[in-house]
C-alpha cells in the first residue's frame, strides 16, 4: 500500500456500529485516511474490536504519535528526567504589582542605549528579595533557578555581577522619584487620601568593618554597630518617602532635617505628621509649630507628671481595683461620670483643660509642653494598666531570683567584698530587669565567708547578703500611680477639628494616633519578611540602594497585605503564609529524551487560586499568558 503521496493522509482510529439481538456494538479499527481525486478514501489497518474509554483514549494517543503531532510524543519511560524547578508564582505576582504601581514609567526608557535597562534590573532585584535574600553577586547565580528570564526578557548572561552593582547607583538616583510617583499613583487609584503621614525610624544591624555609614552605638538590639532606617508611609501603609541615616544618629535629632528634604520634594506638607514621642523635643516641637505643621504625637512616662494637679489618682486607684473582665461596666460607668470619653479597644480619653494657676506652674517647670499653641488629651488604657502591672510583678520575681543566685556567688567569695559594689550591681539589675521604679526594700546584712581556693588554702573573706522587704504592696504604689496612663499632644485647634475630620475620614486624633502601629508593621515586615539585614554591600550608594530595594519589596508586600484583608474571597493570610503557598507553584522542565523536553507549571492547588483571586491577578495561571510567557511549551 503506497502511502507517500496520498494527499492529506493521516492514521485516524475510525469506528463502525453494528446491531446484534436488539443490541448495538461500537467496534474500532485503525485506518489511513487520505483524499484522492477529492474524495475521502479509508484503508482499515487493523481491526481492534470493542474498546473501553480508556482504550479508546490509549489509541488516540497512539495515533497522535504516529502522526508527529505536537503534542503527542512516544517516550521510553526509563530515559525521563525532571531539571530542578523553577520560582514561577511568586516572580509572577511581584512583577504583576510591580506594574500595577506603573513603577516602569519611573525609570527612563533607555534600552536603546543599554542592553538592560535600568527599570528590568530594579523589577529583577526587587523580585529576588522574595526568592531569598542574599548578596547581590550571588543573586547572579539565583536568577537561574527562577523563570524571571522568561517573565523579564533578561537572559542569564546579561544579568551578571559587574551590571548589578553598575545599575545599583541608577536605580538610588531615582528614589526621591520613586516616593513621589508611589503617592501620586496611591491617590490616583483612591487608595489613599494623602492628609495623614507616619514618620518613624528604626535600626538595622551591620557586620564587618567596610560600611562606612554604620556606627557602633545604642539601638533596638542593644549597643551594636548599625545603621539608622528612615520611613514615611500613609495609613494605608504605602511608602513616600526614605532614607538610610549614618548609624547612632539620635531620633529627636532627624525631623528638622527629614522636614526640609520632603518638601523639597513635595513642596509645603500640608499633611498632619503623626510620629512616636521618641522624637518629641522642645527643638522638634517648636520647629513643626514655626513651621505650621500640624501633628500628633505623645509625651513620654516620664513626663506626666507635669499633669499631676490635672489627673484624679483617686479616680484612677479605684477603676484599676476593679476585675478588668467581670466589672467592665463599672470601669466604665466610674470614668463616664468624670467626663472620660470612649473611643473603642479600652481606651478613654479626655481633653486636659487647666486653670490659670496650673497653666504657671506647669510652664515653670517646663516649655516643653508650650499650653497656649496646642492641645493635651489624657488617655487612659484599663487594659493597658493590668498588664503594666502583671508584668511588672513578673519581672520584681525574676529580680528575687537574681538576688537569690547573687546571695550565693556572694557567699562563695575568696576575697572581701566592698558595700558599695553590690549596690551598684543591685541598681544595674533594677534597670535591667526595668523595675527602676519599683520601691524596692532591702539592706545588706554582713556575712563572713569561708571558702576554700584553687589551691585548696581556707579563705575567711567579709562580705554581705541582701535581705529584701516583704512589703511589696507598698514597693509597688509609687510604679502603679501612672498605669495605663499618657498624654497626646496636637497643635490642631479646636476650630480646625470638624475640618480635619472631613480631610482625613478619621473621628478623633486617638484613631489616628493608633494607626501609627502601621508604621512598626512596616518595620517589622523590612526586618522579618523583606530582611533588609544583613548588609551585603559597604559603599554609601550600594548600602542607599540596597533600602531603597528592600522599601520596593516592602511596598508589593502591603499592597497585597491590603488587597488580602479587602477580599472575602480568602482568609485573612500573613506574608509567610500568602508567600508559602505562591512559592510551591514551580516551572518544571521534563526530558522525554535527549532530543526532547517540555516544560509545565505545578498544578495549581484552590489555596493559590483563591490568593489569586484576591489579588486580581488570576491570569497568571491561564495557558495563554503561560504560553506568551514561555513558562510552558505545551498548551
Given at each position: ?13 475510525h ?57 503527542y ?48 534590573m ?35 548572561e546579561?544579568?551578571?555581577k ?20 508611589i ?129 484624679d ?44 494657676e ?16 496646642r ?14 502591672h ?24 575568696l ?44 579563705k ?19 510604679a ?156
Open positions: 500500500m503506497n502511502r507517500k503521496n496520498k494527499h492529506e493522509a493521516k492514521f485516524v482510529l469506528h463502525t456500529k453494528q446491531k446484534k439481538n436488539n443490541n448495538t456494538y461500537t467496534y474500532h479499527q485503525i485506518a489511513w485516511y487520505y483524499r484522492e481525486n477529492k474524495k475521502p478514501i479509508r484503508d482499515i489497518i487493523k481491526h481492534l474490536g470493542v474498546l473501553n474509554k480508556n482504550e479508546i483514549d490509549y489509541y488516540k494517543k497512539s495515533i497522535g504519535c504516529l502522526n508527529h503531532e505536537d503534542k510524543y512516544p517516550c521510553d519511560l526509563n530515559e525521563l528526567s525532571l531539571e530542578e524547578p523553577k520560582d514561577y508564582l511568586s516572580c509572577a505576582v511581584v512583577l504583576h504589582f510591580w506594574e500595577y504601581w506603573n513603577l516602569s514609567s519611573v525609570f527612563p526608557s533607555d534600552k536603546s542605549q543599554k542592553e538592560v535597562s535600568t527599570n528590568d530594579a523589577g529583577i532585584l526587587t523580585s529576588l528579595r522574595f526568592v531569598q535574600t542574599c548578596s547581590k553577586s550571588f543573586s547572579a547565580k539565583l536568577y537561574k533557578d527562577t523563570t524571571l528570564p522568561e517573565l523579564t526578557g533578561v537572559s542569564c546579561k544579568y551578571n559587574s551590571r548589578i552593582f553598575r545599575e545599583l547607583e541608577n536605580i538610588e538616583k531615582y528614589r526621591e522619584e520613586i516616593g513621589k510617583h503617592f501620586k499613583q496611591a491617590l490616583n487609584k483612591g487608595d489613599t487620601k494623602g492628609k495623614v503621614l507616619f514618620y518613624g525610624l528604626s535600626s538595622a544591624n551591620v557586620t564587618g568593618l567596610r560600611c562606612v555609614m554604620a556606627k557602633w552605638g545604642h539601638c533596638k538590639d542593644g549597643y551594636l554597630t548599625h545603621v539608622v532606617l528612615l520611613l514615611v508611609i500613609t495609613p494605608e501603609g504605602y511608602p513616600i518617602y526614605w532614607e538610610i541615616l549614618e548609624g547612632n544618629t539620635s531620633d529627636s535629632k532627624t525631623i528638622e532635617g527629614f522636614i526640609n528634604k520632603v518638601e523639597n520634594i513635595y513642596g509645603k506638607i500640608d499633611s498632619i505628621l503623626c510620629f512616636d514621642r521618641g522624637m518629641v523635643s522642645d527643638k522638634n516641637l517648636k520647629y513643626l509649630q514655626d513651621k505650621g505643621i500640624k501633628f500628633i504625637t505623645a509625651l513620654d512616662g516620664s513626663q506626666l507628671n507635669y499633669f499631676d494637679t490635672a489627673i489618682k483617686c479616680l484612677f486607684d479605684i477603676v484599676k481595683k476593679f476585675d478588668l473582665k467581670k466589672e467592665t461596666k463599672q470601669i466604665h460607668e466610674s470614668l463616664s461620670l468624670s467626663g472620660f470619653i470612649y473611643a473603642k479597644e479600652n481606651l478613654y480619653h479626655k481633653e486636659i483643660i487647666l486653670t490659670k496650673q497653666e504657671k506652674k506647669i510652664e515653670k517647670e517646663t516649655d516643653k509642653l508650650d499650653l497656649s499653641k492641645r493635651y488629651y489624657l488617655a487612659f488604657n484599663p487594659e493597658l494598666a493590668y498588664l503594666t502583671k508584668h511588672r510583678i513578673e519581672r520584681v520575681e525574676a529580680f528575687k531570683e537574681w538576688v537569690e543566685e547573687y546571695n550565693k556567688d556572694l557567699a562563695a567569695v576575697q572581701n567584698k566592698r558595700k558599695e559594689t553590690i549596690e551598684k550591681a543591685i541598681k544595674a539589675e533594677k534597670r535591667r530587669r526595668k523595675i527602676a521604679d519599683v520601691n524596692i526594700d532591702y539592706t545588706l546584712e554582713n556575712y563572713t565567708a569561708e571558702n576554700v581556693n584553687i589551691r585548696g588554702k581556707n575567711v573573706c567579709q562580705t554581705y547578703r541582701i535581705k529584701l522587704n516583704s512589703d511589696e504592696k507598698k514597693a509597688y504604689l509609687k502603679m500611680e501612672y498605669d495605663g496612663l499618657w498624654v497626646l499632644i496636637t497643635n490642631i485647634m479646636k476650630e480646625y477639628d470638624e475640618e480635619i475630620k472631613k480631610k482625613t475620614g478619621f473621628n478623633h486624633y486617638f484613631d489616628v494616633y493608633r494607626m501609627k502601629t502601621n508604621i512598626e508593621e512596616a518595620f517589622r515586615i523590612l526586618s522579618d519578611f523583606v530582611d533588609v539585614e544583613p548588609f551585603y554591600v559597604y559603599l554609601n550608594e550600594h548600602i542607599k540602594a540596597h533600602f531603597t530595594i528592600c522599601v520596593l519589596a516592602y511596598l508589593i508586600n502591603i499592597t497585597i497585605l491590603n488587597k488580602i484583608r479587602k477580599s472575602m474571597e480568602t482568609d485573612n493570610m500573613d506574608l509567610h503564609n500568602i508567600f508559602f503557598h505562591l512559592r510551591k507553584c514551580r516551572q518544571h522542565k521534563v526530558y522525554i529524551d535527549k532530543n526532547k523536553s517540555i516544560t509545565k507549571l505545578t498544578t495549581c492547588t484552590n489555596k493559590q487560586k483563591e490568593i489569586l483571586n484576591s489579588l486580581n491577578c488570576s491570569y497568571l495561571i491561564e495557558n495563554k499568558h503561560l504560553c506568551n510567557k514561555n513558562i510552558i511549551n505545551i498548551c
